[in-house]
């Protein structure tokens, strides 16, 4: 059995095989999405994709606990056949979030420019934790609210006062792709990782789904931002990447934070 706390390098299937069943609280996985972003990112056909997605997808889910908690990133069109796969194999559905990512807003003529990703929230039953006071959100109708928290406001015969941690995390999240908030003068140069995502993006779900000390996995961490917000977060970690440069980055962050903290 592998450690915890530990990158591998290592393809996800061999990887899987080798965590013990039942022992993750929360995975987060962002998969390649067959958007021809990388080699890793391209597959001869959608068939091969949704082949090699469903593979990877049945040998996780015996690593969830029996409360776990499971969120896959993916593009709204992938995520439809992915939502209907975890329904089918029993997993309990409860989210689609939208992630709004103030990216990629460019050159579609024939239909509306894409500008999201989805990442399904599933679980294995109905006894999951979710954590939604450590991820409330500043509330957006600032007057209204400056009025509510000294006189409450009417709601159903009753007096409501605004939470002083902010208001419930909705579905869909603005948050900035690091892509977006490295472009300069509107180009962004080459990053170490082609599709990172937004480390405050990947602490929201660890916050909702997990307490410290929980084990979250990821088998695609690709420039290591699961593992990264794990640490943190002071929950374990466990996870892999197939790409030696992109582990040894994953790596190489995690040793940095851990010298500056
Ligand atoms: C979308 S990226 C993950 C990015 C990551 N969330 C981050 O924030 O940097 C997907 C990752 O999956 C890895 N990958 C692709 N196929 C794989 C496989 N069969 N087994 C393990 N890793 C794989 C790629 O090397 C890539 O780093």
Known sequence: MLKINQIYHKDCLDFLSQVKDGSVDLAVIDPPYNMHKADW????????????????????????????????????????????????????????ITWDKRDG?????????????TILFFTK????????????LPYESIERIAHAKTKGILKAGKRWFPNPKGR??????HI????????????????????????????RIIKASSNEGDLVLDC??????????ARKLRRDFICSDNNKHYVELATMKLENFDKNN
């Open 176 to 203: 900035a792709s690091e892509r977006h908030k490295n472009k300069i003068n509107g180009k962004t140069p080459k990053m170490p990782h082609v599709t990172p995502k937004p480390l405050e993006l990947v602490e």
């Open 125 to 136: 039953d109905g006894n999951h934790i979710f954590n939604y006071d450590d991820i409330r």
């Open 105 to 117: 807003l460019g050159g579609a003529k024939r239909k509306y420019s894409n500008g999201q990703e």
């Open 41 to 96: 990112d391209t597959f001869t056909s959608e068939k091969s994709f949704f082949e090699f997605t469903f593979r990877w997808i049945d040998a996780l889910i015996p690593k969830l606990k029996s409360n776990g908690s499971l969120y896959i990133f993916n593009t709204p069109y992938n995520s439809a056949f992915i939502l209907s796969y975890l329904t089918a194999k029993g997993l309990f559905f409860q989210n689609w």
């Open 168 to 173: 419930l995390c909705g579905e869909v999240w």
């Open 220 to 229: 695609f961490v690709g420039s290591g931002t699961t593992a990264l917000a």
